[in-house]
């Protein structure tokens, strides 16, 4: 399986999205909702109330189920997990997370990874799919659940989800963004945590995210704009309380923030659900906006949350038999707007639905995604004159027991890292390890491999590493949902060091091999300092949580069939402290708070404002081969004026020419950001822009950045999007947020 997966993506790699057939149609809102109210018209409250409340929980493989309405063809829809393809099933594909597709910095393969996984869902006859994830946002490093989404970069992660909802749409399937909103740590999040042991003291309530209002509107809100102007059908309001109210039971955010279209509100015309079990009280969640409370049986925050609690309260009554109507309405809309009331596959979970194509678009995900952080003398890509190779470390190798074997949530410790822990993760049909792939690229090569997959047999690790021509030293970092504890870390990490002794590993090759490569598989930034600097360690890449193609693409870009291109998410700090949010993680109460003192300024722009210096920073990734920005060639277009363009339209371009001035071919993903005048009040500086160009030696291109009016608007209170007028909005372009190349200025009238 391997040698025939590698082989063909060899020969497609650059050749992919053509093999996908024309988008499955859809219907505008206006036309969803006009088919809807004939729809709804003809149901008496219990059948809307089906609409609006989960069925059949753990009476099958869907997470979730929409009930069957039969006297109006209503078939029912199921609801499934999520954001790297379908879990709980096998014949199903597991992609790379959105912390990889992330790096890639290319709007394509965001959009092809989620058209792949569509189809998927799609031919399994699931109706709803349970992503893309775009909170938690990434606020601290160490929150369990960030490597599901796209970086704590606002711009970066709203595009990387946009291209997800229209992937998963184009296939026909509902796509769900979650988690709404302000969802940045898994301890605390959930009451029934403390039940079963979790947290370190009772609670009452969930934990509160208390968000000032800009932070809230320019951070966490900004990528739920970007899904909504893709057109996303549905969003997941999450388990955490926002300033002290239950995000799915907060008029305030869901009647006002998400779907209200009045004062730079979101506009969301598709439905809202709960995450399983979020609702302490479905008749509250309903009053605030929520459409659909799942699973919809008792709640695990000890109140009713389905059918019975649905009909009475706020459900009763004119206002009451409205919101119902409201929500129905809406769930029924969603299913006609991504025309699922015409062919839509039967339900069949076992149904087969993986294919070498999408494992060729895992493969290119990866290598595209793949950040390269060191590269001495080039050690990389490795050569004809490498004859032995150590592999060392356990996340080289298998998981002991299989890629499955960990539990419904993977909650493994051993062996390779492909996926986080919780359902964000995936049902691994293989999982190709990187010593398998390595193995067997080395006898292609005529080399030998030695391995040591004990992170802590020193003795064995330096007979073994004393006569290489290379080693290979895999380490890792993992976290996931805060279901479960691995390790003693409750969903989030508890540190940012590398996990099974890590450095004491790279510390123990040190003094025995001159040529180190550190293979990283992580869910974020990791602490690097122990080693980065030694000059043993020649080489080091970054894959982070790569899906089942680990091994298939890693030696695609070990021996150099592939060029990496990726470029971090994130600021690597070089400790702990460097940044700037803590978790909590020993509150003495019953009901935690964490106040995000911060405001915006997260991950580079916290490093900015504090003056810390990364050891690497946001953007940064280096190539196999070398790109020269040409600074006289930088072109601003004149702005369109302010009041004729809408919030999301292009107001301006920009444009720079790039030269690959090297001996290979490359891709180089340039990146725009603006810093705001003094007078947008803190606002400071921003990505805005990026644009990934492919270049052969010697070619030059040019990289090409549209700015909507959205991108250089800041939040007022009381006012809305507000730009400022008379005063210069500085322009960056560069290779990543601190390599600037070139800069210019634009101001508006």
């Known amino acids: 399986m391997l040698s025939l997966v590698t082989l063909a993506l060899s020969a497609n790699h650059e050749d992919l999205s053509s093999q996908f057939g024309p988008a499955q149609p859809q219907r505008t809102w206006e036309e969803s909702y006009a088919l809807a109210k004939t729809l709804i018209g003809k149901l008496n409250s219990i059948e809307k109330i089906r609409l609006t409340t989960g069925v059949g929980f753990g009476l099958g493989k869907c997470a979730g189920n929409i009930g069957k309405i039969d006297k109006v063809d209503f078939p029912g829809m199921c609801l499934q997990d999520g954001p790297v393809g379908v879990r709980k099933t096998q014949n199903a594909t597991v992609y790379p997370a959105g912390v990889t597709t992330a790096a890639t910095f290319d709007r394509e393969l965001m959009y092809m990874r989620s058209r792949a996984m569509g ?28 490597w599901e989404g796209f970086g704590p970069d606002p711009y970066l992660c709203g595009i990387g989800g946009a291209e997800s909802v229209r992937g998963l749409q184009d296939e026909g399937v509902i796509a769900t963004a979650k988690h709404w909103v302000a969802n940045e740590q898994e301890r605390y999040r959930l009451v029934i945590e403390n039940i079963i042991g979790f947290n370190s003291g009772p609670i009452l309530y969930s934990i509160s995210s208390n968000v000032p209002p800009r932070a809230l509107r320019e951070l966490y809100e900004w990528p739920f704009i970007d899904i909504i102007e893709a057109g996303a059908a549905s969003v997941m309001c999450a388990y955490q309380r926002v300033n002290g109210t239950y995000s799915c039971e907060s008029e305030e955010i869901i009647k006002g923030h998400l779907k209200s279209d009045k004062n730079g509100n979101l506009g969301f015309k598709g439905f809202v659900v709960t995450d399983w079990f979020a609702a302490s009280l479905a008749s509250k969640a309903s009053t605030a906006g929520t459409d659909v409370v799942m699973p ?73 995604g793949t950040v390269l952080l060191k590269n001495t003398n080039k050690a990389l890509p490795l050569t004809k004159k490498i004859k032995k190779i150590g592999v060392f470390g356990s996340d080289a190798g298998p998981i002991p027991k299989g890629p499955n074997s960990c539990g419904e949530f993977h909650t493994c410790r051993d062996g390779t890292l492909a996926v986080g822990w ?92 001159d040529n180190i490569v550190v293979v990283a598989h992580t869910v974020g930034p990791i602490v690097v300092e122990p080693w ?89 990734g280096l190539s196999y081969t070398t790109f020269a920005y040409d600074a006289s060639t930088l072109s601003i277009s004149t702005p369109k004026v302010l009041p004729d363009v809408g919030l999301e339209d292009v107001l301006f371009s920009v444009e720079i020419e790039i030269e690959n001035t090297g001996d290979v071919e490359g891709k180089e993903a340039a990146q725009l950001y603006i810093t705001y005048p003094s007078e947008a009040k803190d606002s400071g500086r921003w990505l805005r822009g990026f644009d990934k160009v492919k270049l052969a030696p010697g070619e030059k291109k040019k990289a090409i950045f549209e700015v909507r009016k959205r991108d250089v608007s800041y939040w007022k209170e009381g006012s809305g999007w507000a730009q400022v007028t008379g005063k210069d909005y500085e322009i960056q372009v560069g290779a990543s947020e601190r390599d600037v190349k070139a800069k210019g200025s634009v101001r508006f009238a």
Not at 319 to 342: F, I, N, P, S
Not at 599 to 618: C, H, L, Q, S, V
């Open 119 to 146: 189809l998927e869902y799609r031919t399994k006859g699931i109706n709803v799919a349970l992503a893309p994830a775009i909170g938690a946002l990434g606020r601290s490093p160490n929150a369990g659940r960030n």
């Open 296 to 368: 919809g049986d008792i709640g695990l925050m000890g109140a009713a949350a389905g059918t019975q609690a649905a009909s009475d309260g706020a459900l009763t009554g004119e206002k009451g038999a409205t919101r119902l109507d409201e929500a129905a309405l809406r769930v029924v809309a969603a299913w006609y707007k991504t025309g699922q009331d015409k062919g839509f596959p039967s339900l069949d979970l076992e149904r087969d639905a993986t294919t070498e194509f999408h494992a060729q678009i895992a493969q290119r995900i990866n290598t595209d």
């Open 422 to 513: 919780g359902s964000g993760g995936g049902t691994f049909e293989y999982l190709i390890d990187p010593l398998q792939a390595i193995e067997e690229r080395a006898a292609a090569e005529g080399a030998t491999v030695e391995s040591v997959l004990n992170d802590f047999d020193y003795k064995k690790i330096r007979e073994v590493a004393a006569d290489k021509d290379v080693c290979l030293a895999f380490i890792q970092s993992r976290s996931g949902e805060g279901l479960a504890a691995v390790d003693g870390n409750v969903g989030d990490r508890n540190n940012l060091t590398a996990w099974h002794g890590g450095d004491a590993l790279i510390a123990t090759l040190t003094p025995i091999c």
């Open 532 to 620: 980065i600097e030694h000059p043993n360690v020649k080489a080091v890449l970054f894959p982070h949580l790569p899906g089942q193609e680990s091994g298939s693409s890693l030696v695609q870009t070990l021996w150099g069939d592939v060029n990496p291109s990726g470029k971090l998410p994130y600021t690597l700090g070089k400790k702990q402290d460097d940044y700037c949010c803590k978790l909590i993680s020993d509150w003495a109460g019953f009901a935690p708070e964490q106040d995000f003192t911060e405001g915006t300024n997260i991950d580079y722009r916290w490093f900015a404002a504090k003056g810390i210096t990364p050891r690497f920073e946001f953007g940064f």
